[in-house]
């Protein structure tokens, strides 16, 4: 727990607007959401149930068409003919009105910017809409890596340009809950590396992070705990250390040479007997050049518990 956070627990008991800030409890909590699209015959959220802690960066994960986007949609109050409870900052939602997004902040996949404007231009218009106090768009240029570029028309960005600018926008106001959705889709390997880093300097600070994405790694980094979620039900919830631990296999691949002197390679499986035993020969044999232990991914425990591939 940081500075920030031990702060709000400690005062929670004397201040009765701590339930409504969301310190001490879940910033946000879902029961039984449902929503089906107008004209659909299944509904695309079967009664998702899940909270997430303060401080928390939590990862929303599933193959495109899971409910992942629709799920997102819901928390930032874009649809709200649902069914179920949904409550952020121990409010429903839909209570909020304009005052939410002086608290919430948004980068979605498709970039929502002002073309014809300079990358500084729509920092300092968005700036303006606000009724609180925003960062300098000066230092969230510098942050996301954009100083270069602050003055030339975002129509001449490149994607990843205006992921990262759309990224900068929705850090003006210095929001106590972030939704991002894919924040690294579009991102040579630098840049990915800087907005997580940022994301991760984010949470230090007391920020909530909300991340959906099929992007097992970035989700294995990032996430504190991870919400498998396949034909709009969530299948599990679990940190995902615990996840690999809990359904993963290490596997050891083996290179060897083989009776025709040719060298292969090949992989066993230790809680499998054969192929313990079979691991076992080859050593006792000497004819292996390499061993190496490779731990499950993020993105093999969803297949094994979901049946289901990511894309």
Request: with cysteine; charged share 30%; glycine share 10%.
């Amino acid at each position: 727990m940081n500075e920030r956070q031990a702060a709000g627990s400690e005062a929670d008991a004397d201040d009765p607007r701590a339930a409504e800030r969301g310190e001490g409890s879940p910033v946000v909590r879902v029961e039984d959401l449902r929503f089906t699209y107008p004209g659909a015959e299944a509904e695309t959220l079967r009664g998702l149930d899940f909270e997430i802690r303060p401080a928390e960066v939590f990862g929303f994960l599933g193959p495109s068409g899971a409910g992942k986007s629709t799920t997102q949609k819901v928390l930032v109050g874009l649809l709200d003919d649902y069914e179920g409870t949904v409550s952020v900052f121990g409010r429903d939602v839909r209570s909020w009105g304009g005052a939410y997004y002086e608290r919430v902040g948004v980068s979605s996949e498709a970039p929502n910017t002002y073309l014809k404007l300079t990358g500084r231009e729509n920092l300092a218009l968005f700036a303006s809409l606000y009724e609180g106090e925003t960062r300098d768009p000066e230092e969230l240029l510098e942050l996301v890596g954009l100083t270069d570029a602050a003055d030339r028309r975002v129509s001449g960005y490149s994607k990843g340009m205006k992921m990262r600018l759309n990224f900068a926008r929705s850090l003006l106001h210095d929001p106590d809950l972030l939704f991002l959705d894919e924040p690294t889709t579009g991102l040579d390997p630098s840049n990915a590396r800087r907005i997580k880093d940022i994301v991760s300097d984010l949470q230090a600070g007391g920020t909530t992070v909300f991340v959906t994405t099929h992007d097992m790694a970035v989700a294995d980094e990032l996430c504190d705990r991870v919400a498998f979620i396949v034909d709009g039900d969530i299948a599990v919830i679990a940190p995902p250390e615990d996840l690999k631990r809990r359904y993963g296999s290490k596997r050891v691949r083996a290179e060897y040479v083989a009776e025709d002197g040719t060298t292969r390679t090949t992989e066993f499986d230790p809680e499998n007997p054969a192929d313990g035993d079979a691991l076992a020969d080859l050593i006792r044999s000497g004819r292996y050049e390499s061993l190496h232990t490779e731990e499950a991914t993020l993105e093999d425990v969803f297949i094994e518990v979901t049946g289901r591939g990511l894309r």
